[in-house]
């Protein structure tokens, strides 16, 4: 027979499961969006290298596709030139959108080869 006690607590476990089965699932996702926004950031790092490459080869035309193959969809893509120093810069948004105000960039130099300038006419 049940007593008052033990009919206040019916339902409280049930409850409680409820609560730990949605902590983990926030905590699985964060985590999970975490990961991608690795990924993201490795992934502008490799497209801010070879558009540094690209660049530095006078092939600046090509750096905008290589920056939009490799990297996360909607990434920026800056260069710099400081005399025969260039600068790339890639940015993205991570793709999952879980983690809002997170922003994945890369940073790439590399030096341009002789002949190359600026306006990307090196003579060849």
Known sequence: MPTAS???D?????VEAALALA???VVLAMALAG???????LRC???AREAARLVARGEA????????????GGASLDVRWDGDRI?????????TGLLP????????????EPGVTAAGDGAR
């Open 35 to 41: 990961i991608v926004a690795v990924s993201d950031q």
């Open 6 to 8: 033990r009919a206040a």
């Open 23 to 25: 902590a983990f699932v």
């Open 61 to 72: 035309e090509k750096a905008r596709e290589a920056v939009d193959a490799i990297a996360p």
């Open 87 to 95: 600068r790339v810069h890639v940015a993205a948004e991570p793709v």
């Open 10 to 14: 019916r339902g409280a476990v049930t």
């Open 45 to 47: 790092t490799d497209a």
């Open 101 to 112: 105000g997170v922003r994945v960039s890369a940073e790439a130099f590399a030096v341009a």
